[in-house]
């Protein structure tokens, strides 16, 4: 018998994500390069960087979307590889930066999520990412760009996620669609599930962060816990364009 | 001259054809007097060969086996050629003689099983390149509408995989797109004839002097193996290409094109 296990990385509550030199070569682009990090399994985790940084590619990778090239990921103590993809996927959900709207109906968008669910539930999802439950038999292809949004949150919704990732959700909104859906995902987090929010503004950052990552050029530059550290910091101040604050666009 | 045969003073005469649009060519300054005195030559040439080949293989006193080898070269080349037009899919010629093996396995199985039509070396050799020929040109397009269509849809199937899909089921828009666009052209042809054109078979066999009525007969029976022939095979193409673009964990594989250049 092996002796009991005494690395201190391996607690009673591992990290939501651990990446151990984590490299990605996209079409011969280094992406992601020997990214170590851990990541924990609560609240609102923002990433940052200016374009082209590598952080689409690392929220990609946490629900295998993209795999890694070299290097290791665990989820909740799991090797990522080792599990069934199709399980995680729908475990740790993704909203992707432009809406996705399929052929049909609200409903039937929905239904491509969970097919056997019915109008009640359907509804009741609608309620949660903040839509009205009358849509549900509104063509999907007039919605406006924030209720798309909220329509793909829905639909990731009723997958039962665990956990949400959001790669720049809001960058198509207005400011008010953008407020509204911010605060449907902080209820969400207040609700226990963790979150991973890609995002490139500083105001948003503000408003969302309980601990941020800063990425550039593929490698992780800066990681704060405290939202408080924001202000004083040059690399967020360098990285992130101050004219984005007052969320007019 | 017997009913529907040609000699050779026939074929001679016939070139005054050519001899007229050479003429014409030359006339009008078109420069193409050469190009096409070498293109009938050429054809000449291979159509003899051609006819040389077949006379051998679909002797009657030769085992009909000769005519099936021939069958599985022309099958093993078809492959070939679906492979070459979409070089960047891998593993594509094993798909695509597995399924010109189905759809001739299940057509000629029925023209020759049922006994549509009498098993031997002069049907089988014509009857099988003409089911090829077509399901091979539905194949090449059925799958270069498959990675079109997968690439133009790139955010409904990255946001299916995301939601926990297989690969197939990602796919399955595009592979229905791709099957009705490789499928209607065949569909269209087969309701606009005797209406627009008369087709090939039935235009051969009236030539020869057989009676129109027993013409159409055996044209029908062509159309609409070869009808089956394409939907069998673009189906069984279809169904056959998202282990090919996807990866073992349901992630595509963004073909950049689909032909080398």
Redesign the interface.
């Known amino acids: 018998m092996s002796a009991p296990d005494q690395d201190a990385e391996v607690p009673d509550h591992p990290p939501l994500f651990r990446f151990d030199a984590v490299t990605v070569d996209l079409d011969g682009v280094r992406a992601l390069d020997g990214v170590s990090l851990s990541l924990p399994d609560h609240g609102v985790t923002v990433v940052v960087g200016p374009s082209g940084s590598g952080k689409s590619t690392l929220l990609r990778l946490c629900n295998r979307l993209e795999a890694p090239t070299t290097g290791h990921i665990a989820y909740r103590g799991q090797s990522l590889h080792a599990l069934d993809p199709r399980r995680l996927r729908r475990e740790v959900g993704m909203v992707f930066q432009r809406p996705v709207v399929f052929p049909g109906t609200v409903r039937d968008n929905l239904l491509i999520a969970a097919p056997d669910r019915d109008d009640d539930a359907l509804a009741a999802t609608l309620v949660r990412a903040a839509l009205d439950p009358a849509l549900l038999d509104r063509d999907a292809s007039g919605l406006s760009g924030g209720e798309a949004q909220r329509l793909g949150l829905a639909r990731t919704l009723l997958t039962a996620p665990l956990v949400l990732l959001l790669d720049e959700p809001t960058s198509a909104l207005d400011a008010t669609p953008k407020r509204d859906f911010e605060r449907t995902v902080l209820e969400l987090s207040e609700q226990g599930t963790p979150v991973l929010w890609v995002s490139h503004e500083l105001a948003q950052v503000h408003r969302m962060t309980d601990r941020l990552v800063v990425l550039e050029q593929g490698r992780v530059v800066l990681l704060l816990d405290d939202p408080a550290d924001l202000d004083d910091d040059p690399v967020v101040s360098r990285l992130l364009a101050p004219e984005a604050d007052d969320g007019s666009r | 001259m017997g009913r529907g045969d040609v000699g050779a003073l026939g074929v001679a005469l016939s070139l005054l054809l050519v001899a007229a649009a050479v003429a014409l060519s030359r006339w009008q300054g078109l420069r193409l007097e050469a190009s096409m005195l070498w293109s009938v030559l050429r054809a000449m040439v291979q159509l003899l060969l051609v006819g040389a080949a077949l006379t051998l293989v679909i002797d009657p006193d030769r085992p009909i086996l000769a005519s099936w080898a021939w069958v599985v070269g022309m099958l093993a080349y078809a492959g070939d050629v679906v492979r070459r037009r979409a070089p960047r899919i891998p593993r594509l010629w094993r798909l695509a003689v597995g399924a010109f093996g189905v759809t001739s396995a299940i057509s000629l199985g029925v023209v020759f099983g049922l006994g549509v039509l009498p098993h031997e070396g002069r049907t089988v050799v014509p009857l099988a390149g003409l089911m090829i020929g077509n399901a091979m040109n539905a194949s090449v397009l059925v799958t270069r509408r498959v990675v079109e269509d997968l690439r133009d849809r790139r955010?409904?199937v990255?946001?299916?995989?995301?939601?926990?899909?297989?690969a197939r089921e990602a796919a399955h828009p595009s592979l229905v797109t791709a099957l009705r666009t490789a499928l209607i052209p065949q569909i269209e042809t087969t309701r606009a004839v005797g209406l627009v054109f008369l087709p090939g078979a039935m235009t051969g066999l009236i030539l020869a002097g057989v009676h129109p009525v027993d013409a159409v007969l055996v044209q029908a029976v062509v159309m609409f193996l070869v009808l089956g022939a394409a939907a069998t095979n673009a189906t069984v193409m279809a169904l056959g290409l998202p282990p090919r673009l996807f990866?073992a964990?349901?992630?595509p594989i963004w073909l950049v094109r689909t032909t080398e250049h």
């Open positions: 955010a409904e990255e946001a299916r995989i995301a939601l926990g899909h297989t990866t964990d349901h992630r």
